[in-house]
C-alpha cells in the first residue's frame, strides 16, 4: 500500500486511572468486562441476502455512475460488504448488518457524493470516516484519487486498516486523530473535504476548510431541510425513481 504520508498515530484507550491510587493501570474495569460478556452478537445475514444486496449494488451504480461496476469494483465492493458485515457484528460500528440497507444506504449513498465533487479532484480527505464511508466507495470507482480516512476511533481506524489492505486499495492513509488535532502538514493540502454528517452540518463545513486549498471545496451530506442551513450552498440530487439525496457545499 503507498502511503500519502507518515503512518497513523493515536493514543492507546485500554489503560483506566485508578481512583484510590491515581496511577494507571492495563486492567479493563470489571464492569465493561461483564457488559463484553453479556452482550449478545449480532447474528450474520445469509448468503442469499448478501448475494442480493451485491445485485442491488450492481443494478443501482449505473444510474448514479453513468456507467456500470466493472470486474474488479464488484469484487472490491464485494470484499468490503463481507468485512463490514463480519466487523459489525461484534463491534457496532453501522446501524444495521442487513446486507441490502448496507449496499443502499451506505455504498450506494456514498458514490452520490461524485455528483457534486468536481470529477477533476486529485487529492481527497474523509473526515470522520468511521467505517469508511463516503471515502472507501468513492476510492474503489476512482483509484486515481489519493485519499486521506481521518477516524479517532481506534476500533474505527483498525477496521480502515483492516479494509484498505483487504482491497488491496494504494494511495490511502488512515490517521486516527482527531479532526482538530491533524498535523499542520495536512491543513490546506487537499481538492475537496467529504463527509456524511450526522450532527451540525456548519461546523463540520468549518472543519473541511481547513483542509482544502485556495479553489477547493467540501461537500457534507446535508438534511432534508435547507432552512436550518446558514453558510455553504443547499444541493440537491435528483435520483432514479423519484428519490433525492441533498448537500452542503462550500468553496475555500
Known amino acids: ?127 470522520g470516516s468511521g467505517a469508511g464511508l463516503p471515502g472507501l466507495p468513492i476510492k474503489i470507482v476512482r483509484p486515481d484519487i489519493r485519499m486521506l480516512l481521518v477516524e479517532s476511533r481506534q476500533r474505527r481506524a483498525s477496521f480502515l486498516k483492516a479494509a484498505v489492505r483487504e482491497l488491496e486499495l494504494v494511495d490511502v492513509e488512515i490517521l486516527s486523530e482527531r479532526v482538530l488535532s491533524v498535523p499542520s502538514r495536512w491543513r490546506k493540502a487537499f481538492d475537496v473535504a467529504v463527509a456524511r454528517c450526522a450532527g451540525d452540518v456548519e461546523s463540520t463545513l468549518k472543519l473541511g476548510l481547513g483542509f482544502v486549498r485556495a479553489g477547493g471545496m467540501v461537500a457534507v451530506s446535508g438534511p432534508p431541510d435547507p432552512c436550518g442551513v446558514k453558510i455553504g450552498r443547499y444541493t440537491v440530487v435528483q435520483l432514479a425513481g423519484g428519490r433525492t439525496r441533498s448537500f452542503v457545499v462550500d468553496s475555500a
Open 1 to 127: 500500500m503507498s502511503r500519502l504520508g507518515s503512518s497513523c498515530t493515536g493514543r492507546c484507550r485500554t489503560s483506566f486511572r485508578s481512583c484510590s491510587s491515581g496511577t494507571w493501570t492495563g486492567r479493563v474495569p470489571a464492569a465493561r468486562r461483564a457488559r463484553r460478556r453479556t452482550q449478545p452478537r449480532r447474528r450474520l445475514p445469509s448468503p442469499e441476502a448478501t448475494r442480493e444486496a451485491l445485485g442491488r449494488l450492481t443494478r443501482g451504480a449505473p444510474t448514479i455512475l453513468g456507467r456500470g461496476l466493472v470486474g474488479s469494483e464488484t469484487a472490491r465492493f464485494s470484499k468490503y460488504l463481507a468485512l463490514l458485515i463480519k466487523w459489525n457484528s461484534k463491534h457496532r460500528m453501522i446501524g444495521s448488518t442487513d446486507p441490502t440497507w448496507l449496499a443502499d444506504h451506505l455504498l450506494l449513498d456514498s458514490l452520490v457524493f461524485l455528483h457534486v465533487i468536481p470529477p477533476t479532484v486529485k487529492c481527497l480527505v474523509d473526515i
